[in-house]
């Protein structure tokens, strides 16, 4: 089977956000099931490999779609001041037609085109509009995996002439959306099978609280909308093996990561004990991740006997938050406010509990690296959260870490707290963390469901 895998961002290129890690492991693990797999993304300015093409896997070819108007700039999506870059469409319309192009000047015929997000949203509309008659991709299937639907990739009606298409498509049943049109709806209607990325997520989706106007759309698609959970790629997370960390240890060891503990506290200045309970947390500082719910509870849990770590790039109003409260709480906080890998491993080496307060979450990839490094993770039972993380029993032991329902902050810190408790009965919690040493999340037997969802769209 061959697959074109279409994603705009891919580690270890370029990323933002999961969706990267997503994009660098899952088409190693279609490769593992024997699929022939190629990938294409654009050639940012921060992609340093030299020339249009890199190798991943055993014989995964990654394109890199070339245009230094488009993408010889600083930021993938957004400028220094976060805002969207105003040729954005542009951006992505090449992408998409580019990628199609390239495959065949190759002559590789896939037979599916795994698209991913509104960035891929115009191949699965190009290719049932400006390419129905073109013989080489006749027999090609398209698959559109929506990793977080509130990103709908909308422009202006006056862009519209930018995409290439016929202005009949900007309709209610076309690309139309609010008065503008979405690039993300044209994936959503014109691909022959919609994916998401847990099960939860792909049910909250049909329903007027998550579908950001598509609800319709996607509950008339029901019948071809899978949920399927993400994996990790446990050759980049592991604990026994990852270089950021300042000792690697496996559940064998556990004393390893207390010294993970103890030098990360050292080396952000804290003076929090080493039995007191670490706190961390990392993600991305927009409306989604809840950091707003944290924000209102915060110096209450920094008053608490606890460390706090928070490691997150984005928007200006949570930075001055956390800013304020790592000044107001200098002994035992450190917040840090740029994006960097390498402290993210340490902190989830380093941690005890993990903060994911996510208002949505499709998946969420935080909570699967902190069972991997044997951190517990706090989280907002939600989307791909909810099919993971499973409420502590105090009583029987059950489960394998703490939950809170309602976005309230009163919630989250009765979770936390919650937790502290349990971190402090050191016998439960050993219990504990050695049952989450034994999951597996790698992406084996979700490439086996995505093989399953291909064969089936094929026949
Ligand atoms: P999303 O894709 O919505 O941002 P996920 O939980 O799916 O959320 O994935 C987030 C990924 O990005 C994780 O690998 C996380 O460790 C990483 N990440 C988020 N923010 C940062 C940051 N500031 N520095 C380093 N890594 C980050």
């Known amino acids: 089977m061959k697959i074109l895998f279409l994603s705009s961002e891919v580690v270890p290129f370029a990323k933002t956000g999961g969706l990267a890690d997503v994009a660098g492991a899952l088409p190693v693990a279609l490769e593992h099931q024997g699929a022939e797999v190629r990938i294409a993304l654009p ?31 600083d930021g993938i999506y957004v400028d220094e001041e976060g805002k969207d870059h105003s040729d954005n469409l542009e951006r992505f319309a090449y992408y998409c037609k580019e990628a199609l192009e390239s495959v065949k000047r190759d002559g590789f015929k896939p037979d599916i085109i795994h698209c991913n997000d509104w960035q891929t949203g115009l191949v699965p509309v190009y290719l049932k509009t400006l390419y129905r008659k073109d013989d080489f991709f006749k027999d090609t299937k398209t698959v559109f995996t929506i990793h977080n639907l509130a990103y709908t990739g909308s422009f202006d009606e006056g862009e519209w002439g930018k995409t ?16 503008r049109f979405s690039l993300l709806k044209g994936g959503l209607i014109f691909s022959d099978v919609i994916t998401t990325v847990s099960p939860t997520y792909a049910k909250e989706i049909q329903t007027k609280e998550f579908g950001c106007g598509m609800e319709g759309i996607l509950k008339s698609r029901a019948y071809s909308l899978h949920g399927v959970l993400n994996g990790i790629d446990y050759d980049i997370w592991d604990p026994l093996t990852d270089k950021a960390l300042y000792k690697n240890y496996s559940v064998d060891d ?7 503990k103890e030098m990360l506290l050292k080396e952000l200045g804290l003076k929090t004990g080493i039995n007191s309970p670490l706190i961390g947390t990392v993600g991305r500082l927009a409306e989604q991740k809840g950091y707003d719910i944290l924000a209102e509870i915060v110096n209450r849990l920094c008053d608490m006997d606890i460390g706090f770590v928070l490691l997150g790039a984005g928007e200006e109003r949570y930075q001055r938050i956390f800013k304020k409260v790592a000044k107001k709480h200098p002994s035992n906080t450190s917040v840090n406010l740029t994006f960097n890998a390498d402290l993210a491993q340490k902190i989830y080496a380093a941690s005890d509990i ?8 499709p998946c969420g990839l935080g909570q699967l690296i902190s069972f991997k490094y044997l951190t517990v993770p706090v989280a907002r039972k939600t989307g791909g959260l909810a099919d993971t993380v499973i409420e502590y029993n105090t009583e ?4 394998n870490g703490f939950l809170f329902n309602d976005c309230k902050p009163e919630h989250l810190l009765k979770a936390i707290r919650k937790a502290v408790s349990v971190y402090k009965d050191k016998q439960s919690w050993l219990k504990l963390i050695k049952k989450i040493a034994a999951y597996d999340f790698s992406w084996d037997r979700s490439a086996k469901k995505y093989i399953e969802i291909y064969k089936k769209v094929l026949s």
């Open 43 to 73: 050639k940012y300015k921060e992609i340093k490999a030299e020339g249009n093409f890199a190798q991943i896997g055993k014989r995964i070819k990654v394109y890199f779609i070339v245009n230094d108007n488009l993408y010889n700039k």
């Open 354 to 361: 993990f903060i994911m307060p996510s208002r949505y979450e």
């Open 396 to 399: 029987t032991g059950e489960g």
């Open 164 to 179: 290439g298409l016929d202005k009949s498509l900007f309709d209610i049943n076309g690309l139309e959306y609010y008065g």
């Open 254 to 260: 556990i004393k390893a990561k207390y010294v993970n």
